[in-house]
């Protein structure tokens, strides 16, 4: 019975995961007319200024509580590009995506700013000069 519960679940989770991808494609498709219509509209509007679309691949809060959970568990500090990719790999994100770890990355870096200046996390200078992130105390 319960192998029957897991295998149930993990092919849910697999079901998520391809609606996940699917929607990726139709966000990339969305962004890409909206580029198109930007160049359009400034052929007849030269001063427009378009702005790209805020895409978060989080909800708020959840990038906090995923982020304060991966350095618990971790034994020793992690960089900010470590935390990203765990962060995406949690989500059921590939980090093939250049755009899609640099935005997780921001998420990411402001989640362990606002957690600095509460005292819960704590960096220090790691070895090449990059940041490693640790919960305090």
Same mark, same amino acid.
């Not at 990726?24 to 962004?31: G, K, N």
């Not at 930007?38 to 909800?59: C, L, N, S």
């Not at 935005?103 to 870096?109: A, L, N, S, W």
């Not at 005292?119 to 200078?125: I, L, N």
């Given at each position: 019975?319960?192998?029957?519960?897991?295998?149930?679940?993990?092919?849910?989770?697999?079901?998520?995961?391809?609606?996940?991808?699917?929607?990726?494609?139709?966000?990339?498709?969305?962004?890409?007319?909206?580029?198109?219509?930007?160049?359009?509209?400034?052929?007849? +509007?030269?001063?427009? %200024?378009?702005?790209?679309? !805020? $895409? =978060?691949? /989080?909800?708020?809060? &959840?990038?906090?509580?995923? @982020?304060?959970?991966?350095?618990?568990?971790?034994?020793?500090?992690?960089?900010?590009?470590?935390?990203?990719?765990?962060?995406?790999?949690?989500?059921?994100?590939?980090?093939?995506? +250049?755009?899609?770890? %640099?935005?997780?990355?921001? !998420? $990411? =870096?402001? /989640?362990?700013?606002? &957690?600095?200046?509460?005292? @819960?996390?704590?960096?220090?200078?790691?070895?090449?000069?990059?940041?490693?992130?640790?919960?305090?105390?």
């Amino acid at each position: 019975m319960n192998s029957a519960v897991i295998a149930g679940l993990l092919e849910r989770r697999e079901q998520l995961i391809i609606r996940v991808r699917e929607t990726e494609v139709a966000i990339r498709d969305l962004i890409s007319d909206i580029e198109h219509l930007d160049i359009a509209i400034t052929m007849f +509007k030269p001063d427009h %200024r378009p702005v790209a679309p !805020q $895409i =978060r691949y /989080a909800g708020h809060g &959840q990038v906090t509580r995923m @982020v304060l959970t991966i350095l618990r568990k971790s034994p020793e500090p992690l960089t900010l590009r470590a935390l990203t990719l765990q962060a995406l790999e949690k989500l059921g994100l590939a980090a093939d995506n +250049k755009r899609r770890v %640099r935005k997780m990355g921001e !998420q $990411i =870096r402001t /989640a362990l700013g606002r &957690q600095r200046e509460n005292g @819960v996390v704590t960096c220090e200078m790691g070895r090449g000069g990059a940041l490693m992130w640790r919960i305090a105390g």
